[in-house]
């Protein structure tokens, strides 16, 4: 019987932590969206012209330099 308790909490315990680790958020963090990524996506979602994103896009070129 005393074994039987014993197991019950590790076994229990072992359930919990898999029920976290499947719960938790899996996602990166820290992840840094550039200035011409969203450029990009305005341009790909019809946004901004193509005038505009040639624009946008070397100034942003000649600002990284």
Do not use: T, V
């Amino acid at each position: 019987m005393y074994y039987s308790i014993s197991y019950g909490w590790i076994i229990s315990l072992i359930i919990i932590i898999f029920i976290f680790y499947l719960l938790k958020d899996n996602k990166p963090k820290d992840k840094k969206i550039s200035a011409q990524d969203i450029l990009n996506k305005r341009y790909a979602n019809g946004g901004i012209s193509k005038e505009e994103y040639e624009e946008k896009s070397s100034a942003l070129k000649a600002q990284e330099s």
